[in-house]
Protein backbone atom coordinates (compact mmCIF):
# COMPACT_ATOMS: atom_id res chain seq x y z
CA UNK A 1 0.00 0.00 0.00
CA UNK A 2 1.30 3.52 -0.92
CA UNK A 3 -0.05 6.42 0.57
CA UNK A 4 -0.30 8.86 -1.70
CA UNK A 5 -1.85 12.31 0.28
CA UNK A 6 -3.21 14.14 3.37
CA UNK A 7 -5.64 15.88 2.36
CA UNK A 8 -8.22 18.12 4.94
CA UNK A 9 -10.53 20.25 2.96
CA UNK A 10 -13.04 18.44 1.03
CA UNK A 11 -13.42 19.78 -2.30
CA UNK A 12 -9.44 19.34 -2.77
CA UNK A 13 -10.22 15.54 -1.82
CA UNK A 14 -12.98 15.13 -4.35
CA UNK A 15 -9.90 17.07 -6.85
CA UNK A 16 -7.28 14.82 -5.83
CA UNK A 17 -9.57 11.41 -6.24
CA UNK A 18 -10.03 12.95 -10.15
CA UNK A 19 -6.56 13.07 -10.72
CA UNK A 20 -4.71 10.42 -9.00
CA UNK A 21 -5.43 6.99 -9.64
CA UNK A 22 -6.31 5.27 -5.94
CA UNK A 23 -8.28 2.32 -4.56
CA UNK A 24 -8.99 2.96 -1.02
CA UNK A 25 -9.80 6.66 0.97
CA UNK A 26 -9.60 7.18 4.89
CA UNK A 27 -11.72 9.69 6.10
CA UNK A 28 -11.00 10.17 10.07
CA UNK A 29 -12.55 11.17 12.24
CA UNK A 30 -16.26 11.92 11.33
CA UNK A 31 -19.16 13.43 13.90
CA UNK A 32 -21.99 12.16 11.94
CA UNK A 33 -24.53 9.38 12.16
CA UNK A 34 -24.89 7.46 8.57
CA UNK A 35 -23.25 7.55 5.14
CA UNK A 36 -21.38 10.89 5.20
CA UNK A 37 -22.07 12.62 2.29
CA UNK A 38 -18.51 12.94 1.06
CA UNK A 39 -18.84 8.97 0.34
CA UNK A 40 -21.94 8.99 -1.79
CA UNK A 41 -20.07 11.79 -3.79
CA UNK A 42 -16.44 10.01 -4.00
CA UNK A 43 -18.49 6.49 -4.84
CA UNK A 44 -20.80 8.44 -7.91
CA UNK A 45 -17.68 9.42 -9.42
CA UNK A 46 -15.45 6.28 -8.43
CA UNK A 47 -17.61 3.10 -8.70
CA UNK A 48 -14.60 0.84 -7.75
CA UNK A 49 -13.46 3.32 -4.91
CA UNK A 50 -13.48 1.57 -1.58
CA UNK A 51 -13.51 4.23 1.51
CA UNK A 52 -13.29 3.87 5.22
CA UNK A 53 -14.77 6.24 7.82
CA UNK A 54 -13.42 6.18 11.03
CA UNK A 55 -16.18 7.60 14.03
CA UNK A 56 -14.81 10.31 16.48
CA UNK A 57 -14.23 8.26 19.32
CA UNK A 58 -12.12 5.38 17.46
CA UNK A 59 -14.75 2.55 18.06
CA UNK A 60 -15.84 2.02 14.82
CA UNK A 61 -15.01 2.25 11.26
CA UNK A 62 -16.91 1.44 8.43
CA UNK A 63 -16.23 0.37 4.93
CA UNK A 64 -18.46 1.82 1.76
CA UNK A 65 -18.72 0.13 -1.23
CA UNK A 66 -20.77 -0.10 -4.08
CA UNK A 67 -23.82 -2.56 -4.43
CA UNK A 68 -22.50 -3.76 -0.99
CA UNK A 69 -24.00 -2.99 2.56
CA UNK A 70 -21.87 -1.01 4.51
CA UNK A 71 -19.23 -2.72 7.00
CA UNK A 72 -18.30 -1.95 10.37
CA UNK A 73 -15.20 -2.40 11.94
CA UNK A 74 -15.33 -2.61 15.23
CA UNK A 75 -12.35 -1.45 17.30
CA UNK A 76 -10.77 -0.39 14.26
CA UNK A 77 -6.40 -1.39 14.54
CA UNK A 78 -4.42 -0.77 11.47
CA UNK A 79 -4.66 -5.01 11.14
CA UNK A 80 -8.71 -4.87 10.66
CA UNK A 81 -8.57 -1.86 8.67
CA UNK A 82 -5.77 -3.48 6.16
CA UNK A 83 -7.58 -7.32 6.43
CA UNK A 84 -11.30 -5.18 5.53
CA UNK A 85 -9.43 -3.07 2.71
CA UNK A 86 -7.64 -6.46 1.24
CA UNK A 87 -11.01 -8.26 1.46
CA UNK A 88 -12.74 -5.57 -0.50
CA UNK A 89 -10.34 -5.09 -3.25
CA UNK A 90 -10.35 -9.23 -3.57
CA UNK A 91 -14.00 -8.99 -3.94
CA UNK A 92 -13.28 -6.72 -6.71
CA UNK A 93 -10.82 -8.59 -8.52
CA UNK A 94 -8.10 -6.25 -7.47
CA UNK A 95 -4.56 -7.00 -5.97
Known amino acids: ?17 RETPIDVI ?4 LNTDGE ?7 LAEHPRLKV ?4 SKGEAAFLYQNGIPCLRIDEPSGQTLL ?5 ALKHDGNK
Do not use: F, N, Y
Not at 26 to 29: A, E, Q, R
Not at 52 to 55: E, G, K, V, Y
Open 36 to 42: PKICSHL
Open 83 to 87: EAIRG
Open 1 to 17: MTLVGDVVDPIKLLQAT
Open 52 to 55: ITLS
Open 26 to 29: IVSP
